[in-house]
């Protein structure tokens, strides 16, 4: 959440806050009653996934501010603290001083459906302006009642239902999963158990906030830490957008951290090499390892010296010859267009030899890059006798992605600091 406080707001003295991040709903009073009315916790989505085509990058902002004891929101009020660009908006008034829910967005960038609103949480499904990614937003306050917070899984469980591509779900959440989540030794050890059991049953995954183990304070002496705030995102999520990052920013005015969310389409590529086993079925490379292991070396002291000398030097002819190959994904790409630009004009009439063997040749590539493919995919999960078995599903692509976001190094610690 980024805060915007009254004293913080245009009006006010200008706008204090991140372009990055989903917003959580504030848990403490308002200090002044002047000031309930105003007083927000902001946050952003920022959003970077380009275009295939034209290879431009789009940073999409969300907002999605939990207002307190603020009833009414036309489009005077959204303007006194929103950015400029951020004209439609979504929103469920506040009960009191609990909930108060709103989401905006930049309509020249993203186009925004409501989906489903309920006192409890606002999804908005999105679909990008600039290419044809889509995906749903949930930013959600959990009631501490009881019976509210029954109210609130039947509700979220609805929408579940309801999505069916990316969804990513943020919000105050006024639960813990883990005991290590909260400083003080009480533990509810079963709204731990139910919390975790509604996250499996929909097969969400927890982004981790990196730089922050507890995401509120009661502000003591003898402070209660607990992590309310949290990012959950499905399978199709975790398959579209690779690189997806949380952190904490710095709160001046509230007691709840304020999260920042970033995320990609493009995996971060290790600077590790790795050799593909398919690379072997492709004549042009193996004459290049043959040229490039057989040639001269000047005299080495060892053996393990000149082994080393010639896998570096093989190394960088394969990368050489790599930079020259478009990706998989674009070559498999072409090959399915030209068999479905064939097999349409096959219905107008009578395809020529050459046009049929066209068609057949990028049928065959298409399988090949297909196989290879899921041998890649298959040693990038390392994954073995789970419950989906060790086929090449989305499963094994959503885990893949989450290990490699999780190898991420994203904080440096040294002497405490």
């Not at 915007?4 to 991040?21: C, D, F, N, T």
């Not at 380009?50 to 009020?77: C, T």
């Not at 593909?276 to 000047?298: A, M, V, Y």
Request: hydrophobic residues 40%; contains cysteine; proline residues 4%.
């Amino acid at each position: 959440m980024v805060t915007a406080a009254p004293h913080e707001l245009p009006g006010w003295g200008g706008w204090h806050g991140h372009q990055s991040l989903m917003a959580h709903r504030p848990r403490s009073r308002p200090r002044h009653l002047h000031v309930a009315a105003y007083e927000a916790a902001t946050a952003f989505i920022r959003g970077r996934y380009g275009a295939a085509s034209a290879g431009q990058e789009v940073r999409d902002k969300f907002k999605a501010p939990a207002l307190k004891s603020l009833q009414v929101v036309d489009k005077m009020k959204a303007a006194s603290f929103l950015p400029a660009n951020h004209k439609s908006f979504i929103y469920m008034p506040a009960c009191g001083t609990a909930g108060g829910l709103l989401v905006a967005w930049d309509d020249s960038v993203l186009h925004g459906l409501e989906m489903a609103k309920h006192r409890f949480s606002i999804s908005v499904s999105f679909q990008s302006r600039s290419n044809n990614d889509s995906f749903v937003l949930s930013t959600v306050y959990t009631p501490c009642d009881e019976e509210e917070r029954d109210d609130f899984f039947a509700v979220m469980t609805q929408t579940a239902k309801q999505v069916t591509g990316s969804w990513i779900i943020l919000g105050d959440f006024n639960m813990y999963r883990f005991p290590h989540e909260k400083s003080q030794r009480r533990k509810n050890w079963a709204l731990m158990d139910r919390f975790n059991s509604w996250i499996r049953e929909h097969a969400l995954d927890d982004i981790d906030i990196t730089n922050r183990s507890f995401t509120w304070s009661n502000k003591r002496e003898e402070p209660t830490l607990i992590k309310l705030d949290r990012v959950l995102v499905n399978a199709e999520w975790n398959l579209g957008f690779l690189n997806t990052t949380a952190a904490a920013l710095p709160a001046t005015t509230l007691d709840h951290v304020l999260i920042g969310v970033e995320l990609s389409r493009e995996a971060i590529k290790s600077p590790l090499f790795r050799f593909e086993n398919h690379w072997l079925h492709i004549p042009e490379l193996r004459d290049i390892i043959s040229q490039s292991w057989g040639k001269g070396t000047r005299t080495f002291a060892s053996l393990s010296t000149l082994l080393n000398f010639k896998l570096r030097r093989l190394r960088a002819a394969i990368r050489a010859w790599e930079r020259t190959k478009p990706p998989t994904q674009n070559t498999l790409a072409n090959c399915k267009h030209v068999v479905q630009y064939m097999d349409a004009v096959e219905e107008r009439g009578h395809l020529p030899r050459i046009e049929v063997s066209l068609r057949n040749h990028a049928n065959l590539k298409a399988q090949q890059l297909i196989l290879w493919q899921t041998s890649f995919w298959k040693r990038r999960a390392k994954i073995r006798g789970c419950t989906l078995g060790d086929e090449n599903t989305r499963f094994f692509h959503a885990v893949a992605n989450c290990q490699h976001r999780r190898n991420k190094i994203k904080l440096l610690v040294k002497d405490g600091t």
